[in-house]
């Protein structure tokens, strides 16, 4: 057995109102890979800062190599050989991804012996040559900028195998990518574990452990459940300890019953942000009770067919009518008024005002209706009535109540309020895109029955998606779209796994 | 609660900062202090001229005092809206201009204060549309319109309104000018602010106007957010555009109470730092219409007891603005303080 490089001794941490960490002790050996997983607010991100140094423990000790460690700041954490993944990536976007590595740490030359300047060519060839030792086929001149999420990760690796972390922790790292960029990613952690690197994953994504890791520890708010031998447990084990009861997998639903058509959209083309057609020439309906799921690969014109059909983006060709209203050239305002709910993808920068307080985010897009406002003057009980119900009806937690900042509170619970307040609108049609981005499997299990339960209202859902087991799970219809087209619409039922991953890489292209 | 511990502070280590380099220059910083309190009428004087007592000063530190809360209204209210408005100055002087040519036609104080209402929300609203149609940075334009609207006023008052003695614009008529200068009353000669309860009256208003109406609920969210306030539905643009102006507006108000009231003349050449200091009275009033009442207050007992202070102690009036400069530095520092903890 190796020995243990890092060690947690007892570790406590509060925040005002909440329990972070509560006494907890691990040990993780060199050179092995490390699951932590809990569901969202259970203290794994808390944990690992503290690690990296971003947030000191209030109690207990951080033991680095058989050495007790104060680590005060990320910069020390580095110096200790730790390196961190967040999931936002820390990049400058128009810089190349050798400058952004070498950030902090450039080498230098000196120009006629004299003259400092970056060293940028030693900079590509080393950088180039970690890529190639580890397989992130990453070219140090891209800018990053050109990149997508998955090499922009891969760049974050890099920059810290350039700052020589043996302790690699990665916060969630495939929220973010697709099922064939998760692939490659757990292969390159696998090298990475190869070239003798100690590697920690906050997940909860219970394949991904099965997958790769050796260990995980089980955190369930704040305290540390066990210890599990991942190679001996199964998934649904792991799931049972993670949320402290049996949760299962598939949603439980009635057969579909269709009603009349509400949306319906007809030849929809709309330019991305590049100028070039995003969305080509689409065609669907969705009917009143059915939930109408969209699959794909990232970066195939979901966004702009979610935000169209909402009314962000303005098409450039095409009919769109709900209930047979045309609201092809209609507002955001007055789609909200015909009958548009929308969970956009962006829950911090789209989804929410995250510097407004609970109660002032949730009246956000009906805050001039008569129920809040008379007149331009708002009625401050309503808007804390409406707040407080919903609060209470949708489990939506926080440490500082209707008065509680929203950027302050954990990610699941900011999606929660969103869709909470969304679902609320009780409107016709209800557009869900990456509905659960980023939670944890309790959350997930939760949003897929109010996905359900909208349909079963009378709602038509138009669910967008890059999880597939999604899909699989809610809907009632899926359709494929890939490169701005949609490649395929059929019955659920008539679609397995593999079929709809063929079309999601532009195969059976029929129309 | 948090940014007023803060501006707090930022006060209090200002104020010790200003100690010690009183100390330094071997003055007591205590009676220099208190020198700044009676030059304000906030406290006895041990002696008073002719026909003034500690009410009297206190009157002229009122009329100090309102076209700072103006200006630094106008601040407050564009920052929450996502606007730096740093054109304050300019606004201010478009203002008092427009006010002085009309008050030479038809010398009324309503038409005076509506002409600087509407000039400032004209000049607001030119910054608000440049940003919103054409997406302009507004630090830059309103940073050139003061120095375009300073050259186009100083160039009329020289070649059509100057007064050749005092090399300053005419003065504004007395039946026109918002301060009641040199009123007697009792045994009493004193300067009457009238716009003061204006000040009031507009800080109050403007934050119920802030916090109670759909009107302040989408300029915060724009201003905090405008991703999110477009897929709220909010018209974005017109609410930049509506910020802006109504900004623009409260700088007129502060132009007209300042340059046809405390002073009842233009300087022509001369860009009013009141607009510059407003910005940082604003962040120490955490830019809340209440909190920039007392942080104008406290801004003007350093401006306007300085002259007192000067001449007890035989200090130069640059040191109290040495220490005035301290408390906005800090000030502002505090506001970054604040974000960053975030």
């Not at chain 2, 630094?72 to 054109?87: D, E, H, K, Q, T």
């Amino acid at each position: 057995m190796s020995e243990p490089i890092v060690e947690f001794r007892h570790i406590t941490k509060r925040f005002p109102g909440i329990i972070a960490n509560e006494d907890v002790s691990l040990s993780i050996n060199k050179g092995e890979i490390f699951a932590l997983l809990g569901e969202n607010g259970a203290g794994k991100s808390t944990l690992m800062s503290m690690l990296f140094g971003m947030y000191e423990p209030d109690e207990g000790e951080i033991i680095i190599r058989g050495k007790r460690e104060r680590i005060a700041s990320p910069r020390y954490a580095t110096q200790l050989s730790i390196g961190m993944v967040h999931q936002e990536f820390r990049l400058v976007s128009n810089y190349t991804v050798a400058e952004n590595i070498i950030l902090g740490l450039e080498p230098e030359r000196k120009i006629l012996g004299l003259f400092p300047s970056v060293d940028i060519k030693k900079a590509n060839h080393d950088i180039a040559e970690l890529s190639e030792r580890y397989g992130l086929k990453i070219n140090p001149e891209d800018v990053i900028e050109n990149l997508n999420v998955a090499s922009r990760q891969r760049v974050e690796i890099l920059k810290m195998l350039y700052r020589e972390a043996e302790i690699l922790i990665f916060d969630e790292p495939t929220a973010v990518l697709t099922p064939q960029e998760i692939e490659s990613f757990l292969k390159i952690v696998e090298g990475l574990r190869q070239g003798g690197k100690t590697i920690i994953l906050i997940t909860h994504k219970l394949n991904e452990i099965k997958a790769v890791a050796d260990r995980c520890a089980i955190l369930n708010r704040g305290k540390l459940v066990s210890i599990l031998d991942v190679a001996t447990t199964t998934t649904d084990e792991m799931a049972r300890q993670m949320v402290g009861r049996e949760i299962s997998f598939t949603t439980p639903k009635e057969p579909a019953k269709f009603g009349e058509v509400v949306l319906n959209v007809e030849g929809l083309t709309v330019k991305g942000s590049a100028g070039l057609d995003a969305v080509k020439g689409v065609t669907f309906t969705i009917h009143s009770g059915e939930v109408f799921a969209v699959a794909g690969v990232s970066g195939n014109g979901q966004n702009e067919l979610a935000d169209s059909i909402a009314g962000l983006v303005q098409s450039s060709s095409g009919r769109i009518t709900l209930n047979g209203q045309d609201i092809t050239r209609a507002s955001v305002r007055e789609r909200i008024n015909a009958g548009i709910a929308y969970i956009p993808e962006d829950r911090h920068n789209v989804g929410l005002v995250l510097d407004f307080t609970l109660r002032d985010n949730f009246p956000l897009r009906q805050y001039y209706i008569p129920k809040f406002s008379r007149k331009g003057v708002i009625n401050e009980a309503a808007f804390d009535e409406h707040g407080k119900r919903l609060e209470a009806e949708f489990d939506i937690r926080s440490s500082n109540g209707m008065d509680t900042i929203t950027r302050e509170m954990s990610g699941g619970n900011q999606q929660k309020a969103i869709i909470a307040r969304e679902v609320d609108m009780r409107t016709p049609l209800i557009i869900f895109m990456q509905p659960t981005r980023g939670l944890d499997a309790g959350a997930v299990m939760n949003i897929h029955k109010q996905i359900i339960a909208e349909r079963d209202r009378g709602a038509a859902v138009l669910l967008i998606s890059l999880d597939l087991d999604e899909i699989m799970d809610c809907a009632d219809t899926i359709a494929v779209i890939y490169n701005g087209g949609i490649n395929k619409i059929a019955p659920a039922g008539e679609l397995t796994v593999d079929d709809i991953g063929l079309y999601m890489m532009g195969v059976g292209k029929t129309a | 609660m948090r940014k007023f511990t803060l501006s707090c502070l930022a006060i209090v280590i200002s104020l010790l900062f200003g100690a010690l380099i009183l100390w330094l220059m071997g003055k007591d910083p205590v009676a220099a202090y208190m020198n700044l309190l009676q030059g304000s009428g906030l406290m006895e004087k041990a002696r008073y001229s002719g026909r003034q007592n500690m009410f009297t000063d206190f009157m002229s530190f009122l009329d100090a005092m309102t076209p700072m809360i103006f200006a630094s209204l106008s601040v407050a209210l564009a920052m929450r809206g996502g606007f730096f408005n740093i054109g304050v100055s300019g606004q201010m002087l478009a203002a008092g201009i427009t006010a002085h040519m009309l008050a030479g036609v038809i010398p009324s104080r309503v038409l005076v204060v509506l002409a600087g209402l509407l000039a400032g929300a004209i000049v607001g609203a030119l910054i608000g549309w440049l940003k919103s149609r054409f997406n302009v940075n507004e630090v830059v334009t309103s940073i050139m319109l003061n120095s375009i609207i300073m050259y186009v006023i100083t160039f009329y008052i020289n070649v059509f309104y100057i007064n050749p003695v005092s090399r300053q614009s005419k003065a504004v008529v007395d039946s026109a000018r918002l301060t009641l200068s040199g009123f007697r009353w009792e045994n009493l000669k004193m300067d009457i602010a009238l716009a003061f309860p204006l000040a009031i009256i507009a800080a109050l208003l403007l934050h119920w106007f802030l916090e109670r109406t759909t009107y302040g609920y989408e300029i915060k969210a724009v201003g905090l957010s405008p991703k999110a306030a477009y897929y709220a539905g909010m018209n974005v643009n017109r609410t930049a555009l509506f910020t802006m102006t109504l900004s623009g507006a409260l700088a007129g108000l502060a132009g007209v109470s300042y340059f046809c009231g405390y002073l009842a003349t233009i300087q022509p050449g001369v860009v009013p730092s009141m607009g510059f200091d407003a910005i940082a009275v604003s962040l120490l009033g955490g830019n809340n219409p209440i909190g920039c009442v007392f942080a104008s207050f406290l801004i003007t007992i350093i401006s306007k007891g300085t002259v007192y202070m000067s001449s007890r102690q035989h200090i130069e009036p640059e040191i109290a603005s040495l220490i005035a400069a301290f408390i906005l530095t800090f000030a502002a520092c505090s506001a970054v303080l604040d974000r960053r903890k975030k």
